[in-house]
């Protein structure tokens, strides 16, 4: 687990932001490694708890600190991929937001619509609030349905009425969303 303690930020990262290349993802990599190695092999769970955390979860959050300062270091003073890289990047994912708007607009300043073909556009705000909504189906659906299960009638109607009515607006705004 500390092998890949804080690297997960680089590969979420890398849809918000431009600036993160191949070389962050390696040092990420292997700095998650040599921590991890140095604090299961050399420091003792005993040597690092605290009165409110365990040996594990300081390590744990020591890692996390280390690869993060490395990650955001290493971003800053290596090279950004190429613009094409960048550019190719963009058409094929668009991961927008304004992280990328700088090669968006140096695109369109060297005539470059930076366009997919398809007209799709950054949809993230939507496609986040549609996994919360999600989420409210599904459990309310499930809790509704246990509530009826054990005899909570009320209870169970009125989830599965919210789970209703969230689903109705789950699909009202996908059929909303531009998936070209």
């Known amino acids: 687990m500390l092998t890949g303690a804080g690297s997960g930020a680089v590969y979420i990262m890398r849809w918000f932001w431009w600036r ?25 769970d005993q040597q690092v708890e605290t009165a409110i955390l365990d040996g594990f979860t300081v390590k744990l959050l020591i890692t996390v600190g280390i690869v993060t300062v490395s990650w955001i270091v290493t971003t800053l003073i290596t090279k950004p991929e190429k ?7 963009y058409k094929l994912t668009v ?3 304004p992280g ?3 090669v968006v607009d140096a695109a369109i300043a060297d005539g470059d619509p930076c366009d997919n073909g398809h007209g799709v ?4 705000p939507k496609q986040i609030l ?3 909504i999600g989420c409210i189906t599904i459990y309310t659906s499930l809790f509704g349905i246990g509530g009826l299960v054990y005899g909570n009638i009320i209870l169970g109607v009125g989830l599965l009425t ?3 009515i969230c689903a109705y607006l789950l699909f009202r705004i996908m059929s909303k969303l531009n998936l070209d």
């Open 20 to 44: 993160i290349n191949a070389i962050t993802e390696i040092v990420t990599m292997v700095v998650a490694t040599i921590v991890a190695l140095i604090l299961v092999l050399l420091v003792d």
């Open 83 to 89: 613009k094409e890289v960048l550019r190719a990047f």
């Open 95 to 97: 991961p927008g937001g």
């Open 100 to 102: 990328w708007k700088k």
């Open 121 to 124: 556009t950054w949809q993230m």
């Open 130 to 132: 549609l996994v919360f």
């Open 162 to 164: 919210l789970s209703s």
